[in-house]
């Protein structure tokens, strides 16, 4: 998987593709998909979830550029995969929020199990964040909302980094990769990709960013 879809694709960090190879994905899918745990494509996880094709959460998880000593919220935790492969890169403190009760506890449990004591999972609404916490030296959000939630910006730390799709429920949806200069925004649009939507407080609307 790693060497087809991840390096093959462009994927150079060495930490990164190294958390990819360690994290063993099948314990993350559904018993009836764990043959095809390793393709390249998302998977079912239940409760209208997926979990994301190894292509994009390498390519996310590059993306947010985190360093030894950082700390890192994750939005939408689904099977505790992609907090597990932000664990495997050393040093770094993961914290993750997941709307649906029992994806949340699932994913305590499986990430308690695998030994990933450095992911902290609640249960909650993730368009809130986590302020207890915050600043974040970065962020990634895993289901599309229709606007780049405030609370989500207004919680990074200068010079941190936001990874985002953002889109309409079943429209166009673009991966977005925000970095904080003072109290400004820098957006990048690094294409179209495709994500399940963002639910709770998200719904309610807002405006989709554009580059200054």
């Known amino acids: 998987m790693v060497e087809l879809t991840i390096v093959e694709r462009g994927i150079s960090d060495p930490d990164v593709v190294r958390a990819m190879q360690t994290v063993p994905r099948h314990r993350f899918v559904p018993a009836e998909y764990v043959e095809l745990a390793y393709a390249d494509h998302p998977l079912p996880i239940g409760y209208g979830q997926t979990i994301s094709q190894p292509y994009i959460v390498a390519w996310m998880t590059e993306l947010l550029a985190l360093q030894p000593g950082e700390k890192v919220l994750e939005i939408g935790t689904g099977s505790g995969y992609q907090a597990a492969v932000l664990a ?76 985002i799709p953002i889109g309409p429920p079943g429209g166009y949806q673009s991966l977005w990769q925000f970095v904080k200069d003072g109290d400004d925004l820098r957006a990048y649009n690094l294409g179209g990709v495709t994500f399940v939507p963002f639910t709770g407080a998200a719904t309610e609307g807002g405006s989709t960013p554009s580059i200054p």
């Open 88 to 163: 495997e890169l050393g040093d770094i403190d993961v914290y993750s929020i997941e709307i649906v009760p029992e994806l949340a506890e699932q994913a305590t449990t499986r990430l308690r199990d695998l030994s990933y004591t450095d992911v902290h999972v609640k249960q909650g609404d993730g368009y809130y964040g986590w302020e207890e916490y915050a600043p974040f030296d970065a962020i990634i959000v895993t289901a599309a909302p229709d606007h780049l939630p405030a609370p989500l910006a207004q919680q990074l730390k200068d010079g941190g980094r936001l990874v």
